[in-house]
């Protein structure tokens, strides 16, 4: 039963944490649409000159850099599409899920089969590290999803 209860909150914290994960994808799809590759370099490059004159090689900074040099028109259009469907869904289904609507529960598990797949063949086309934050992420909260939605079947029967 502690490991329901406890799994339970982190389903919880996982889910709250999805819906700022689609104000970070609605961000990034306003950026991706109205921001140049330019001017979103100059803005990274700014903000982390400090950082990369004192530690040429910082990973992360350097890394980040390094992901705007493929950034072209139609990378940024399917990025912003991708991000507010994502998004959108993403926000659906964990609305759903807070007002305990049990539907919810199995198209979750769907939509975030689907996505991980997804993920996994950008992952496989680009090696970005970037999308393997991502997949972690879905399969953890698949998990959980799983776990709660047992959880709530044992209880209403």
């Given amino acids: 039963m502690n490991f329901l209860k406890s799994s339970h909150r982190l389903?919880?914290?996982?889910i709250v944490i999805k819906g700022l994960e689609w104000i970070i994808q609605l961000s990034i799809w306003i950026i991706a649409l109205f921001i140049t590759r330019d001017s979103l370099?100059?803005?990274?490059?700014w903000y982390l000159q400090e950082e990369l004159i004192e530690d040429q090689h910082a990973i992360?900074?350097?890394?980040?850099?390094?992901s705007l040099q493929w950034l072209t028109i139609s990378t940024q259009h399917f990025i912003a599409f991708y991000f507010i469907s994502h998004g959108i869904i993403k926000f659906f289904i964990g609305y759903n899920i807070l007002k305990k609507r049990y539907w919810a529960y199995p198209f979750a598990l769907i939509v975030f089969s689907f996505f991980t797949i997804y993920q996994v063949y950008l992952y496989i086309?680009?090696?970005s590290l970037w999308m393997i934050g991502l997949i972690i992420i879905d399969i953890v909260v698949a998990i959980l999803t799983y776990v709660e939605y047992q959880s709530v079947k044992t209880k209403t029967h």
Avoid: E, H, T
């Avoid at 370099?41 to 490059?45: E, I, Q, R």
């Fill in 60 to 66: 992360v900074s350097r890394f980040l850099l390094d």
């Fill in 125 to 127: 086309q680009s090696w």
């Fill in 41 to 45: 370099y100059a803005l990274v490059w």
């Fill in 11 to 14: 389903f919880i914290v996982m």
